[in-house]
């Protein structure tokens, strides 16, 4: 039977408003919008929501959500800075909303420095979410070209310290794998509140085109971003 009745989702946008590394990051241009709103549009398009919210402690940012069709019902006051888990943010902005008598099934936190994921990205992965009966879900994508197995470290002399002893293999010979993105992570509230993270018991991961996973962190990531924007719009 209750699968027979359709579950209510929220998509919540963690956006705080004290980045370090690029000011006002979540809101700066980025291929003629606010970055911000990249993920906003991707939300909404995807039909999949009952609320797309936006989790902030800038009453800026909170007005370029609300303009480009993102509910902000309420500023957050903890959890905004750079040493707290997103996780927590997220279930802080649930809690909240609870207290205002919304309550969700499901949610899916989408970080607003990840402007290239879209709508069909959200939709395919709320799908395998579902086809799959999981309960915690993370957004991942494949390395490529950068082979981990052949990570190093350097001292100042440029000497080299080899992480993995993989040296002398052939790439085509190792395991791939994966990086995880915080472009798209879902999970069934109520299993999100018990474990209080994403990366709770029985979590999996679901892969993204690597070009459209960048998670902007550094002007270095967001120069990719846009070179990649303008790849994906060819």
Request: glycine share 6%.
């Amino acid at each position: 039977m209750d699968d027979l009745v359709k579950k209510k989702i929220v998509a919540i946008i963690p956006a705080r408003g004290g980045s370090k590394r690029i000011p006002h990051k979540n809101i700066i241009d980025f291929d003629g919008k606010p970055l911000i709103a990249w993920t906003i549009e991707a939300a909404l398009k995807s039909g999949l929501f009952d609320k797309v919210v936006v989790s902030t402690d800038s009453e800026k940012i909170a007005k370029v959500s609300i303009e480009h069709g993102a509910e902000v019902p309420f500023l957050r006051d903890q959890h905004a800075d750079d040493h707290s888990p997103v996780s927590e943010g997220t279930l802080s902005t649930i809690r909240q909303l609870e207290e205002n008598g919304l309550y969700f099934d499901e949610v899916i936190q989408l970080f607003a420095v990840c402007p290239l994921r879209n709508e069909q990205d959200i939709i395919e992965a709320y799908s395998n979410f579902k086809e799959n009966d999981l309960k915690l879900q993370i957004s991942c994508y494949k390395y490529t070209w950068m082979n981990p197995w052949w990570a190093v470290k350097l001292d100042k002399s440029g000497k080299p310290e080899w992480i993995f002893d993989t040296v002398k293999e052939r790439s085509q010979d190792q395991p791939e794998l994966y990086s995880p993105t915080g472009a798209i992570w879902i999970a069934n509230v109520k299993k999100l509140k018990s474990e209080g993270t994403f990366y709770g018991s029985g979590h999996r991961f679901h892969p993204i085109d690597w070009k459209r996973a960048v998670d902007i962190d550094n002007f270095e990531d967001l120069e990719l971003a846009q070179i990649l924007k303008k790849v994906n719009q060819k």
